[in-house]
């Protein structure tokens, strides 16, 4: 699945192009599925099939925002049209998805060097054989990322143009965005904390949550829910953000199969941090 699927790398030399292109295409291309690298967070929250204690899951979220706030270092968007077209890149008419390449920074804002154990991080879980020092060098300054893509989800919403944002197990992937754009911390309620998702991406879908993960060999990773609706990866390891991003594309995709209505049943939901009872009273849909 998705083996010629070309993946654009975006650092700092070329990121002003790239976003550009994005932009002149998005309203061609308006679901978008999203994921991050965050350095030492492999797991997502919840880890396993549960949706757990929600109060307690976002604690755990907030907690890794605080710990690991400047060490998000890739983000991975995919894109397709309502007919499951996907964009294409113009040197070689291959159906393409983006992986920007983050700069990990220190409490001043500047540049940092990896540790051992965070280099380790990057070759086990991020795509290209990237290195601290090239990320360091060549990498997009989160904070820049984070506010222009905050910046563009504001703008369309203004210009009501409907996009879908697609995650898996989302939580991860929100916290470490927004705790790029807002200085001074996630809020403390996990109620506040999804109004503020929701200002930013009003129409969500967490494939957790849309698709469940109950089922053989599910174990509540991308991969297991995967198994669980019989689609698999293609060949390329290790599978970075962009790769994910694909991937839950790719399962949103199938969604069409299922019964009429499963699309008003979970939007907007993160899997373990909203209940199923507040996605049935659509708690923070327009």
């Not at 509540?220 to 609706?229: C, I, K, N, Q």
């Amino acid at each position: 699945m998705g083996s010629n699927v070309l993946i654009r790398q975006v650092w700092k030399h070329n990121y002003e192009e790239e976003m550009k292109a994005i932009r002149g295409f998005l309203c061609l291309f308006p679901i978008v599925s999203f994921s991050t690298r965050v350095l030492l967070c492999p797991d997502r929250v919840p880890a396993s099939t549960d949706w757990g204690d929600i109060d307690a899951n976002y604690a755990t979220l907030r907690q890794m925002a605080d710990n690991n706030k400047n060490n998000m270092v890739q983000v991975g968007l995919a894109f397709s049209s309502k007919r499951k077209e996907m964009p294409t890149c113009p040197e070689t008419w291959q159906p393409c998805v983006w992986e920007f390449n983050l700069m990990p920074v220190d409490n001043g804002g500047n540049g940092r060097d990896l540790s051992e154990e965070e280099e380790q991080f990057l070759q086990k879980y991020c795509t290209g054989g990237i290195s601290g020092r090239k990320l360091r060098s060549e990498g997009i300054h989160p904070r820049l990322f984070a506010t222009d893509l905050s910046g563009l989800c504001t703008s369309l919403t203004s210009h009501k143009i409907d996009i879908c944002w697609v995650v898996f197990k989302g939580g991860l992937d929100f916290v470490a965005l927004l705790s790029q754009k807002v200085q001074t911390g996630l809020p403390t309620e996990r109620e506040a904390f999804l109004r503020m998702v929701a200002s930013y991406f009003p129409a969500l879908y967490d494939m957790a949550a849309l698709l469940g993960l109950k089922g053989e060999g599910n174990d509540g990773t991308l991969e297991g829910l995967a198994r669980s609706v019989l689609l698999e990866r293609d060949g390329r390891e290790p599978h970075g953000a962009a790769c994910d991003s694909l991937f839950a594309l790719h399962m949103f995709m199938m969604t069409e199969g299922l019964p009429a209505g499963w699309a008003e049943k979970k939007p907007g939901v993160l899997f373990g941090v909203t209940s199923e009872e507040e996605a049935a009273s659509a708690l923070f849909l327009r």
